[in-house]
């Protein structure tokens, strides 16, 4: 759900990253706010856990270029994995514009992946909202890890909706595939919003 | 619950900061901050300036939904005022409607019942200009007509430095 305000001439869109707990989502956030330029993020903030588990989220505002005289502004927030935090992943998808939904690649987690994104769907619904229309990304992350399962597996495991959706590989730590999830997240956001004009080839 | 758009005129912006300089002035409160309750920064009046309303709006919106969340594990709808008392700044957070907050900064030339009373009226002028606002165009002006593939494409490059 975006915010247009018309007077302060700003954008805002609302972007999560879900998934099960350790996929790397609060890691995408971490890379994101290390790489930015400075006039192109704001201040993260992570509502964590001592030992760094995500507690209720974490929350990052970014911006490209602008729409028109008007700064788009994208919040990216992350859930808490763990089933027993569900609540508190309700309360952060509210208004939400766009998904990127973190997988984790290792055999041993799929089970988790599968739950994760079924519990996604159901918490969506309760706004409304459905994964068939919401613009949103895969990521299948830890690919530098020895135990994962093939790409194909994992396309035909997690990405077999309605509608077949981008998914990107990636090394969230080092930075791989991150920026390309959140590029594409953006432009799937902005193309649901304002429509996209078809080109005129002469 | 399915959530309306939120699209803000420069006539409804004008309303809004109207109201919230009057509550300022009112309650001798030193900040006022309009969120929308999934925690986006909606307007702002006094020293909500200098804030980062972002980090704030983000904060507040996720303390008062938890709350709001907890009112119902008791059986209530929700509680409709949040109040965290500092040394020097006190906080009070009240429902304007459905999707949004009125948050408030005050500090000891007022009292939490001041606050509290002018609160109440702010957020009911604002909740009836948020209602009229539903009922205009979302994109109009330079935004009715589709971006250019170009257009996407520059405002979802995020980059690294």
Known sequence: MSIINYAARVIN?????YGPGMAGKTANLQYIHRCLPGDNKGKMISLATGDDRTLFFDFLPVSAVGVRGFTTRFQ???????PHYNMTRKLVLRGVDGVVFVADSQWDRLREDVESLRNLDDNLREYGLDLATLPHVIQYNKRDLGSVAPLDYLEYLLNRGMRHVPFFEAVALEGNGVFDTLNTVS??????EFGQAQEVRS | MR????????????????????FLSDSNSSAALLIDRGGQPLAEAGTARTLDVGSVGALAAAAFSATA???QL?????????????????????TVDEQTILLAIFDDRTTIGMVRLFAR?????????????????KLVGVLATPLTAEETRRASDHRPA
């Open chain 2, 121 to 137: 009226e702010a957020c009911a002028s604002i909740g009836a200009v948020l209602e009229e606002t539903r009922k205009r165009p």
């Open chain 1, 76 to 82: 990216l927030y992350t859930v808490p994995g763990q």
């Open chain 1, 187 to 192: 432009r799937m956001v902005l193309v649901k």
């Open chain 2, 69 to 71: 969340a907890l009112a």
């Open chain 2, 3 to 22: 959530l309306h758009d939120i699209v803000i005129h420069e006539s409804d912006a004008a309303r809004i900061d109207a109201i919230l300089r009057r």
């Open chain 1, 13 to 17: 869109f609302k972007i999560v990253y």
């Open chain 2, 74 to 94: 008791l059986g209530e709808s929700e509680f409709s005022v949040l109040f965290h008392e500092g040394v020097k700044e006190s906080m009070h957070v009240s």
